[in-house]
C-alpha cells in the first residue's frame, strides 16, 4: 500500500492561540475563508489545526488524477522519526524567536535568502525556505510576530513541500515551483495564496514518485528526535 505523510516539527514555543482560518473550496482552488476567529488551546493546537489544513491540500493533490497518489495520506506531528520515509515530507514550524533548523545547518544558504529578502522588499521577513541540506531536505515556515492564521501557514508551508519534491537527483532547479508550480500560491508575489487545480495535478505527480531524504534535526525535544 502506498502511503504519504506529511510531518509537522514544532520549533520552539507553540502558539497556544491563532487565526483559526478554515479553507473553502473554491471553483477548484482551495482557498482561505476570512480569519474570524481565535481558537484556544482548549480541544486542539496549532499544530494540529495546521495538520488538518495541510490535509485538505494534500488530499486534492492525491486525488487530482487515477490512481490516487498515496492510499493513506497522514499529516500529523512528528512522533517518531523512524518512521519517516523518503517520499514523505517533513516540516519545521518555526516559532518566532526559535532558531530556524535551517540557519543552524546551513548558514551560508540561510544568510544569501535573508539578504535576496531584504533587497526585495527592505526587510529581512521570510515567510518559509527549503534548502537541499547535505543530511536532508529542510522544509521551514516562520511564525510572524502576534498570532498565526493557520490557513496562511498552510498554504506558505506547502509552497516549501512543492520546493521539497524538487527531482534533485535528475538536476532539477529548486525553483520550478515559481513558472512551473500552477500558480496561487506557487507564485511568489501572490502571497503564497490559494492551490489550483493544476497545482493539486502537478503535485499529484510528485508525491510518491520523488524520494528525497528528509533532514531529521536533533534536539528538538521531542519523542524520537
Ligand atoms: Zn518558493
Redesign the pocket.
Known amino acids: 500500500m502506498l502511503s504519504f505523510s506529511c510531518v509537522l516539527v514544532m520549533v520552539g514555543q507553540e502558539p497556544t492561540t491563532w487565526y483559526n482560518t478554515e479553507l473553502r473550496y473554491d471553483n477548484g482552488t482551495w482557498m482561505s475563508k476570512p480569519a474570524t476567529t481565535h481558537k484556544a488551546t482548549a480541544d486542539t493546537t496549532f499544530i494540529d489545526a495546521l495538520s488538518q489544513s495541510l490535509f485538505h491540500l494534500f488530499n486534492a493533490a492525491r486525488e487530482a488524477a487515477t490512481p490516487k497518489a498515496a492510499d493513506v495520506l497522514v499529516c500529523s506531528r512528528l512522533i517518531d522519526k523512524s518512521l519517516v520515509k523518503t517520499t514523505d515530507v517533513v516540516g519545521y514550524v518555526i516559532a518566532k524567536g526559535a532558531q530556524s533548523i535551517i540557519q543552524r545547518v546551513e548558514a551560508a544558504a540561510w544568510d544569501a535568502a535573508v539578504g535576496r529578502a531584504k533587497a526585495a522588499h527592505g526587510n529581512t521577513a521570510v515567510a518559509?525556505m527549503?534548502i537541499p541540506a547535505k543530511d536532508g531536505v529542510i522544509s521551514e515556515v516562520y511564525l510572524p510576530n502576534g498570532e498565526p492564521n493557520v490557513a496562511d501557514t498552510a498554504f506558505t508551508l506547502f509552497?516549501?513541500f512543492?520546493?521539497n519534491k524538487t527531482r534533485f537527483a535528475a538536476g532539477e532547479d529548486i525553483?520550478w515551483?515559481?513558472t512551473r508550480g500552477g500558480g496561487g500560491l506557487a507564485t511568489?508575489g501572490t502571497g503564497l495564496r490559494g492551490m489550483t487545480p493544476e497545482t493539486a495535478k502537478i503535485m499529484h505527480g510528485r508525491l510518491s514518485t520523488v524520494s528525497n531524504k528528509q533532514y531529521l534535526a536533533t534536539g528538538i525535544g521531542l519523542k524520537g528526535l
Open positions: 518559509g527549503c509552497h516549501e512543492m520546493h525553483n515551483v515559481h511568489p
